[in-house]
Structure formats: structure tokens, C-alpha cells
């Protein structure tokens, strides 16, 4: 057995590494402790339960997935619907490329969305006050009407979930799903501000 004191990280690497292994219905906390070289007990010292220790890898995953996104909402962008087209369309890409590249993970992130309900409301805060970020900036360069950026971030969240929610995710190999994205993108331009023209 490994004597060595478990941090929270070598634990959450190797749970991340046992679900891709087995899959998450399958990979269990006796799999997480054996690639550890620990007794179970030990990491229930740790994690009371396996739904918290896969939550708490669902919600690092979910971290590596918001953090560029925040770097885009902090940029500066002489268009702020360019702004606000780059940010969604780089959620829209990190979903989608995650449900095909790390389909283990993003299964997990599926399954916890139906329980873990507290942690993917944080989440999608996160993502909703970067989009507020954004349209703030817009409507002080008056690029953007004027109005509640929350209640507008809201909005334009719930208008693209289709594209980013894990629900719709056997939607995304539609051929049409680029067009219908341009469809709902232009009902967002003309809603947002008409100061700047549109795409060509």
C-alpha cells in the first residue's frame, strides 16, 4: 500500500483517469483506491461517497471548460457583437468537442447535471456573468441597447442552450446545426443593437 499522504489532486487525477478507464457507470471507488494503492477507506476519509467524488471531478473538468471562456469575456474587442459571437461560439465548440473527443467525461458531466443540481447552477452562473461581462461593455461603448445586462445574459444563455446544453448533445452532428446557429445569432444581433452592421 502507498504510505505517501493523498492530496486532493492526486486523488481527483486518478478518479479522473479510472472513469475514462471504465466508464462512470462502471468505475468505482475500489477502482480509484487500487490505482492509488489505497484501501477504499482511505479515500472515503476523503470523499464521503462516490457521488461526491464525482462531482468533485465533474466539477474540475467543468473548470478547465469555463476558465478559457473567461479569458475571452476579459479581452477587448473593437466589436462587441463579435465579442459576444466568439465567446458562444467558443462554449458552443468546448461542448461539442468535448462530447466527441472525451466522451467518458462528458457522459459523467451529463449524468451529474440530473443530480448534482447546486454545482451546475454555479456553473452556469459563471458562464452567465461572463456573458453579463460582455454585454455590459457593449452597452457602455453603446454598441449594444441599453438594459439589464443579467436579465439579458440570461437570455441570451437560455436562447443557445440548444447548442450547448448536454441534453441536446445528439443534436450536434446535425448537418444544419451551423445554420440554425446563424438563424438564432441574427435573431440575437437584431435584439441586442442594430449599430453595427451585420456579418457579411
Not at 88 to 98: G, M, P, V
Not at 136 to 158: I, N, T, Y
Not at 165 to 176: F, L, M, R
Request: aromatic share 8%.
Amino acid at each position: 500500500m502507498n504510505e505517501l499522504p493523498l492530496t486532493r489532486e492526486a486523488i481527483l487525477d486518478a478518479a479522473e483517469q479510472t472513469l475514462r478507464r471504465f466508464g462512470p457507470d462502471k468505475a468505482s471507488v475500489v477502482d480509484v483506491a487500487r490505482a492509488l494503492q489505497v484501501s477504499h477507506g482511505t479515500l472515503y476519509r476523503h470523499f464521503p461517497s462516490k457521488a461526491s467524488l464525482r462531482e468533485a471531478v465533474t466539477e474540475r473538468w467543468l473548470g478547465r471548460i469555463s476558465a478559457p471562456l473567461a479569458d475571452i469575456a476579459g479581452q477587448s474587442f473593437d466589436s462587441s457583437e463579435e465579442h459576444l459571437r466568439t465567446w458562444l461560439l467558443a462554449l458552443i465548440a468546448s461542448k461539442r468537442n468535448s462530447a466527441a473527443d472525451d466522451p467518458e467525461m462528458f457522459a459523467m458531466y451529463t449524468a451529474v447535471t440530473l443530480d448534482a443540481v447546486d454545482m451546475i447552477t454555479e456553473h452556469v452562473n459563471h458562464l452567465i456573468a461572463q456573458l453579463e461581462r460582455i454585454l455590459q461593455e457593449g452597452m457602455r461603448l453603446q454598441q449594444f441597447e441599453q438594459g439589464s445586462a443579467d436579465a439579458l445574459a440570461k437570455a441570451v444563455f437560455m436562447a443557445t442552450a440548444r447548442f450547448h446544453h448536454p441534453a441536446h448533445a445528439y443534436e450536434w452532428s446535425a448537418e444544419t446545426l451551423q445554420e440554425e446557429f446563424d438563424t438564432v445569432w441574427e435573431l440575437l444581433r437584431r435584439g441586442l443593437g442594430k449599430s453595427i452592421p451585420p456579418r457579411p
